[in-house]
Each structure stands twice: as structure tokens, then as C-alpha cells.
């Protein structure tokens, strides 16, 4: 799991990622790695943050633009990614697209 | 973790609430349990998708709008659980507010 993300202030967007895998597969954990290290090299990414527990994992990336979301979709190697996704990985997944209106954080004080 | 949700077509509202603990605190999953439990019964409430990881968390719930959310955020047992966030159990938190524009989901066929 990556540190929670510092974004800017609103308004931005989200790409809520949240999917269910069947079982452990081979593979499956180095290309997660993989595609949230692409993600971040991506022109118009702001941060991520990836959660998984058993079969269950939550990603969140935040983006500049939905222009951004689109290039991230559109990536090469990311489309390898999603067809092994469909054809192996997942049993079920739901993707997102999400403009952040409002957002707060709370970090508790030193000492 | 509670099942994917299943959500309406967009537009609708999801909020996202990212957090890191330090630690394990006594009464924290029960806490927590309760607040998704609380959640459901909510007017506007649409579902909600929780996984924790170590320390970090990531819960996304999802509302019919702004007003249903509000309407969550000032809720008194919410209020209570969400001092106790700030007082003993987080480190860090944030909370997005994001209104849905474009979902899509997969489902693996059967056999």
C-alpha cells in the first residue's frame, strides 16, 4: 500500500477501481505494482492509493483532467493489463470516473 | 469487506475516506462495523465498499446526493465515531467528496 496521497485542491478527479479476484494468480501482484508505478509517470497523475484485502482491492488514483484519465486508459501497456484483467484475473470489477468537489484531511499533531 | 456495490447510472455521489492508523485500538472494528451497518440505513445511501490493509484503510460509500451525505456527515452516533477517529484512532485521514460522471463494470460469465 502506497501512503495516502496529497492532492491539490478541488476540483479534480478520481478513478475508483474496485474489483474482486477469484483466487491468487500467478502474476497478479507484480503487474498491480507495475501499473500503479506506470500510473505515476503519467502526465496529469496527482496519486494513489491501493488497498487489498483476500479477493477484495479498492485503487484510487486522482487525475488533473478527465483528458489525463483518458490517456491513462488508452496506455499500451495498461491495455495489456486490463485484457489479462478480463480474461484471467478478475471475477468482477467496477471502474469509477469521479469529479472531487470537496475534500478534507486530518493529521493528528505531533508529539 | 462487504460485496462490490451495486450503483445506479451516474450521476450519483461517492465518498471517499482514506485513512492511516497507528496502531490497533480496542473497539476500533467494532466501531467501524457499526458506522457501515449505520450507513446502510441512511436515506440516499446507495452502498458502500470497505478494505483495510496494516494500518491503511480505504472506504468508499455511495449516495443519491449531496444532501444524503450531509445528512450522514451530521448523523449523532456518525458524530461520536468521528470524534473518536480524531482523538484515538487515526493518524491521517482524508474525505473526498466526488460526484460519479461515468461507471462501467465487469462481470465474468458463468462456466
Redesign the interface.
Given at each position: 500500500?502506497s501512503?495516502?496521497?496529497c492532492?491539490p485542491e478541488?476540483p479534480y478527479?478520481?478513478v475508483?477501481f474496485?474489483?474482486?479476484r477469484?483466487a491468487e494468480h500467478e502474476g497478479y501482484g507484480e503487474m498491480a505494482d507495475r501499473m500503479v508505478e506506470l500510473a505515476g509517470e503519467q502526465p496529469g497523475f496527482l496519486g494513489i492509493?491501493?488497498?487489498?484485502?483476500?479477493t477484495?482491492?479498492?485503487t484510487?488514483s486522482y487525475w488533473r483532467s478527465l483528458e489525463a484519465i483518458d490517456g491513462w486508459r488508452k496506455h499500451a501497456e495498461h491495455g495489456v493489463a486490463q485484457r489479462l484483467?478480463?480474461d484471467a484475473w478478475?471475477?468482477?470489477?467496477?471502474?469509477?470516473?469521479?469529479?472531487?468537489?470537496?475534500?478534507?484531511?486530518?493529521?493528528?499533531a505531533e508529539g
Amino acid at each position: 500500500m502506497s501512503d495516502l496521497s496529497c492532492t491539490p485542491e478541488p476540483p479534480y478527479y478520481a478513478v475508483i477501481f474496485t474489483s474482486r479476484r477469484a483466487a491468487e494468480h500467478e502474476g497478479y501482484g507484480e503487474m498491480a505494482d507495475r501499473m500503479v508505478e506506470l500510473a505515476g509517470e503519467q502526465p496529469g497523475f496527482l496519486g494513489i492509493e491501493s488497498v487489498r484485502q483476500g479477493t477484495i482491492g479498492i485503487t484510487v488514483s486522482y487525475w488533473r483532467s478527465l483528458e489525463a484519465i483518458d490517456g491513462w486508459r488508452k496506455h499500451a501497456e495498461h491495455g495489456v493489463a486490463q485484457r489479462l484483467g478480463r480474461d484471467a484475473w478478475y471475477d468482477e470489477y467496477a471502474i469509477r470516473v469521479a469529479r472531487v468537489e470537496r475534500a478534507r484531511s486530518f493529521t493528528r499533531a505531533e508529539g
